[in-house]
């Protein structure tokens, strides 16, 4: 009779690893030297057990999770554009983000010889315009169109509506009432201000929330749009998430997944599809002009959260993109990182790899139950647009973006090349095409804007005056 290949080791219970890692620990305190503390007010054990869990979660899926290379392009020329975007899916882009500024765009000409049976189009819009976004819905494509209308995300970002809060709710709903085509998608939700601005994985997730249930019950008020966005049963037409995803790695997997469980339970308060669509891009906040080359181990380390994390649509960053100019060389690099992961580390292949493992299950469930209590807290004291109108939810990013700023003061938090083993001889004063920095512009607002801010720009700040000296 053959043994099984586990037969000669028996299993250790969690108890007995702690009882043996303390006495390795020779007196020393077991949660002072092993244990620490996230942002997140998370505790993060050395090890996890399947003791941990009274049930272990289902598979998610039983095919390999897809995912799409995106490249972003801002649209300032239109001929200039297309051509841009051909020649990206020529050198291996899956799908376009074109980024309009204005409504005078020729959508034909955009999108000419583009084949849209294969290659889905998102459309982030700066302004906002039903005829423009019905035009935009009228594109016949089986490979999805996704029109990216977000008021509240602009209201947050720019401190101000489009127009005012009943005009802009009235084109959404108008907008959602009239897409009836299933393979188009009408809503999203700009999660990445909050994560680019200092919020916590835990508000992220809890202001996503709040952000779309405040859609949900905008919608769900008038039957009209509410039918049609009920009646849209496919994953392309669902709401489509923007999330920013930082260096924390595993956190950072939890987070996406933390955040699909969360809209599944805000869908089946509505009783609506269950699916969202993810598409994430790289943290702004950890990025450095000094040492920019680091960017791109950053972005990598990124992507691969987003991927392992689930997401639909990964767009990546160029490692330059804060100081330089668009230019094919970095954009080119972004792009083949994703085709490398891709391709080469057959990131497409495994189905959901996270699934089953003890530490990042124990996070995401973390994580989602605090932004859930978060949520509650948020819809107790009025929902998300009366607090954002106090300046609450400006108030509570701004002191977790204090923490974490603290943090790269002092050294706790490390950025190679800036805070950690800097190179002193490095000039970057002539190379900077864009500023880098926060702009403030004096101007009449509704609320206080909520600011995307880098950790390393007062440091780098000192750096570029002292080149001058």
């Known amino acids: 009779m053959s043994s099984g290949l586990f037969d000669g080791f028996y299993s250790v219970s969690a108890k007995q690893w702690k009882q043996q890692i303390q006495f390795d620990l020779k007196g020393a305190d077991f949660n002072d030297r092993l244990i620490w503390k996230s942002n997140e007010d998370i505790s993060v054990k050395p090890f996890y057990h399947s003791d941990?869990?009274?049930?272990?979660?289902?598979?998610?899926?039983?095919?390999?999770?897809?995912?799409?290379?995106?490249?972003?392009?801002?649209?300032?020329?239109?001929?200039?554009?297309?051509?841009?975007?051909?020649?990206?899916?020529?050198?291996?882009?899956?799908?376009?983000?074109?980024?309009l500024p204005s409504e005078t765009v020729s959508i034909d000409e955009l999108i000419k010889h583009i084949d849209l049976e294969i290659t889905p189009l998102y459309f982030e819009l700066q302004f906002l315009s039903e005829s423009f976004i019905k035009q935009l819905s009228g594109i016949s494509s089986k490979a999805g169109i996704h029109i990216q209308t977000d008021i509240i995300g602009n209201l947050a970002r720019h401190g101000n509506w489009f127009q005012n809060l009943n005009s802009d709710f009235k084109i959404l709903r108008h907008v959602i009432a009239n897409s009836t085509n299933?393979?188009?998608?009408?809503?999203?939700?700009?999660?990445?201000?909050?994560?680019?601005?200092?919020?916590?994985?835990?508000?992220?997730?809890?202001?996503a929330?709040?952000?779309?249930?405040?859609?949900?019950?905008?919608?769900?008020?008038?039957?009209?749009?509410?039918?049609?966005?009920?009646?849209?049963?496919?994953?392309?037409s669902c709401i489509v998430f923007n999330v920013s995803v930082g260096s924390n790695y595993f956190f950072e997997i939890a987070?996406?997944?933390?955040?699909?469980?969360?809209?599944?339970?805000?869908?089946?308060?509505?009783?609506?599809?269950?699916?969202?669509?993810?598409?994430?891009?790289?943290?702004?906040?950890?990025?450095?002009?000094?040492?920019y080359n680091i960017n791109l181990l950053r972005t990598t380390t990124e992507c691969m959260s987003a991927i392992l994390?689930?997401?639909?649509?990964?767009?990546?960053?160029?490692?330059?993109?804060?100081?330089?100019?668009?230019?094919?060389?970095?954009?080119?690099?972004?792009?083949?990182?994703?085709?490398?992961?891709?391709?080469?580390?057959?990131?497409?292949?495994?189905?959901?790899?996270?699934?089953?493992?003890?530490?990042?299950?124990?996070?995401?469930?973390?994580?989602?139950?605090?932004?859930?209590?978060?949520?509650?807290?948020?819809?107790?004291?009025?929902?998300?647009?009366?607090?954002?109108?106090?300046?609450?939810?400006?108030?509570?990013?701004?002191?977790?973006?204090?923490?974490?700023?603290?943090?790269?003061?002092?050294?706790e938090a490390i950025l190679l090349g800036s805070n950690k083993h800097p190179n002193p001889h490095e000039k970057m004063n002539d190379a900077l095409e864009l500023y880098p920095f926060v702009k403030t512009n004096q101007r009449k607002t509704l609320l206080e804007p909520i600011l995307e801010k880098r950790l390393a720009e007062k440091l780098e700040q000192n750096r570029l005056k002292n080149e001058n000296q």
Request: hydrophobic letters at 35%; aromatic letters at 10%.
């Open 52 to 99: 941990d869990f009274k049930e272990f979660p289902e598979p998610s899926n039983t095919q390999a999770t897809p995912w799409s290379i995106c490249q972003a392009i801002f649209v300032a020329d239109v001929k200039k554009s297309n051509k841009k975007a051909i020649e990206a899916i020529g050198k291996g882009a899956e799908s376009i983000k074109f980024i």
């Open 182 to 207: 299933q393979l188009v998608s009408t809503l999203s939700v700009d999660v990445s201000l909050y994560q680019n601005a200092g919020a916590n994985m835990v508000q992220q997730l809890a202001y």
């Open 209 to 236: 929330l709040a952000h779309a249930n405040e859609y949900m019950d905008a919608i769900s008020d008038d039957p009209v749009p509410f039918a049609t966005f009920k009646e849209n049963t496919t994953a392309k």
């Open 255 to 291: 987070k996406l997944r933390a955040l699909r469980l969360l809209w599944n339970v805000l869908a089946d308060t509505y009783g609506i599809h269950p699916e969202c669509h993810i598409m994430a891009t790289p943290s702004k906040r950890n990025k450095t002009i000094y040492d």
């Open 309 to 411: 994390g689930g997401a639909n649509t990964v767009c990546n960053s160029p490692y330059d993109a804060i100081y330089h100019k668009t230019n094919a060389f970095s954009t080119r690099m972004s792009r083949n990182q994703l085709l490398i992961l891709k391709h080469e580390s057959y990131f497409n292949k495994v189905n959901n790899p996270a699934d089953g493992t003890y530490y990042i299950e124990s996070l995401t469930n973390q994580l989602a139950e605090k932004a859930l209590i978060l949520f509650k807290d948020i819809e107790a004291n009025g929902g998300f647009l009366n607090q954002l109108k106090a300046g609450t939810i400006q108030r509570k990013i701004k002191e977790s973006a204090a923490k974490e700023q603290q943090q790269f003061d002092s050294g």
